[in-house]
């Protein structure tokens, strides 16, 4: 195996995401069939959007990104190649630390991707007129996902009450 790619069995057949494009061509093709297929007719669908993957990219151990469809806006989580998804089952629920904080993911599985992690972030998406705001939208989050906050400064009064935390609400 070349250094850089990330592999996983789904059943017999071997997964490899050589980065985020072609995860992210992945995610769409899943995401259209289930449109087409489990979702047709469904009142949640904003019939102005498509899907679409939004900023995949390896985050620690795994892959992070955002997909964009008629019927939600997911942050999604997939296993990187050193990742800790063993024995992780569909409905299970797990934690990521971000610089902007902490966040819960629901496992879920789809055959041709494997497990993935999904936060919902909009849903319905009845709040989008275009393909065009979801999208900046979605990237704005992620963008402000991965940011790392500016420091805050320490008041005189923390200092001299011996507490050394920053003047920010909590």
Known sequence: MRRGKTRFFIGRRLMR???GKQL????????????ATRMQEMPVLNNALSVQ?????AVETDW????????????????????TWQGLVPGGKIERHFP????????ASEAAIGLY???SLF???????SQAAAVISAQTALQGLLAVPAPHGISRRNILRGSMRSNSPE
Do not use: K
């Open 64 to 83: 992070l990104g955002i997909v964009v469809t008629p019927w939600f806006m997911n942050l999604l989580l997939v296993p990187g190649q050193h990742g």
């Open 24 to 35: 992210g061509c992945a995610l769409e093709t899943v995401f259209n069939n289930i449109l």
């Open 100 to 107: 902007y904080g902490l966040f819960e993911f629901t496992v």
């Open 17 to 19: 995401w050589q980065d």
């Open 53 to 57: 993957a939004i900023g995949f990219r």
């Open 123 to 129: 849903s319905p998406m009845f709040l989008f007129d």
């Open 117 to 119: 992690a999904a936060c």
